[in-house]
């Protein structure tokens, strides 16, 4: 298949774990985009057969190269695997677009638009709708407020009526649903924190992007429509307390990387150590033993600084038995 000079520059990253339905229909919606983009799958060790089933589907005007891990490698890592293949190829540009996410046949065109419009932007984000709802926003990016208590303010969130809103607005971070980066970025801070596993490596990416002089802003004209929390461990009955293991983990390491000073760290921990306990304390006073032992689990392994996988397996046997 001949390439447009857009095709060239622009590769997407896709991550597929257990989720043909959400995957292929996300590929689905890429083949309606006015100029079709390289694609690289890369499957976290999928078990349930959706990695075979992807790779004997058509899609049409889909270039896709299939990787497959050995392991599940999270949402950071995971994404870094797909991220190397394309700068390897020379791709001018790399969006990470989550699976459980449908796209405007436009969304690329605008993310591309930005970039050529203001050579100092080196991450550009799509405005997020509620897949369920298309008429209101879950999120498109936001601006931190408060470090010590890690509020963040996005000025679209839960809206319909985005008239007051510029089309192009700079933040601090932007969703990692879609989110466009410039090659240059790489150069600069690497490729994104595997240390994170899953939760808070994109707005870690972006800070530090942001902290090495680049623009990142926030698009409205390049929508996507996501189901919202589906491509993250969706298919254990128990995520929301594995979603909890890596949240309370990773939250402090979040914050302690972008904040070191004396006057921001010690807030910052007396913030987090007090949100922990009352959480451990919830679930005593519920007599959730499971989730008592899986958020001190969380605790103890952000002090002991173990991140990445950390203790995921233990949680996992944990809520099994």
């Known amino acids: 298949m001949a390439k447009s000079e857009s095709d060239v520059q622009i590769a997407l990253v896709i991550i597929n774990w257990n989720n043909y339905e959400d995957t292929n ?45 050995d392991f599940n490698l999270g949402f950071a890592e995971g994404n870094n695997i797909g991220i190397r293949l394309a700068l390897q190829e020379e791709y001018k540009i790399v969006v990470l ?30 405005i997020n709708f509620y897949y369920s709802n298309p008429s209101r926003v879950w999120a498109s990016g936001a601006v931190m407020e408060n470090w010590w208590t890690r509020r963040a303010i996005d000025i679209t969130a839960e809206k319909e009526d985005l008239s007051l809103v510029p089309n192009v607005r700079e933040v601090d971070y932007v969703p ?47 929508k996507i429509y996501h189901k919202v929390g589906r491509s993250s461990i969706k298919n254990d009955q128990n995520s929301a307390s594995i979603g909890d293991y890596f949240y309370l983990r990773n939250e402090i390491l979040f914050q302690l990387k972008h904040r070191s000073s004396m006057t921001d760290v010690i807030p910052i921990c007396v913030i987090w150590l007090f949100k ?13 033993i499971k989730q008592f032992v899986i958020r001190f689990i969380s605790f103890r392994d952000a002090v002991l600084l173990r991140y990445g996988r950390g203790s995921i397996d233990k949680v996992i046997h944990i809520l099994k038995n």
Request: with cysteine; net charge negative.
């Open 176 to 222: 990692g649903s879609a989110i466009a980066i410039k090659r240059e970025v790489f150069d600069v801070i690497g490729l994104l924190d595997a240390r994170f596993f899953y939760y808070f490596e994109e707005t870690d990416f972006c800070i530090s992007a942001k902290e090495s002089g680049f623009k990142v802003v926030s698009s409205l004209k390049s």
């Open 97 to 126: 677009l989550n699976n459980d996410t449908t796209v405007d046949p436009k969304f690329l065109k605008y993310l591309a638009q930005i970039f050529e419009e203001d050579k100092e932007v080196g991450i550009v984000g799509s």
């Open 25 to 69: 229909e996300c590929l689905n919606s890429l083949c309606g985009l006015v100029e079709a983009p390289k694609v690289f799958l890369v499957d976290n060790a999928s078990i349930d057969g959706s990695y075979e089933i992807l790779r004997n589907e058509n899609y049409e005007t889909l270039e896709i190269t299939f990787i497959r891990n």
């Open 276 to 288: 922990n306990l009352k959480a451990m304390l919830i679930s005593a006073l519920k007599i959730d």
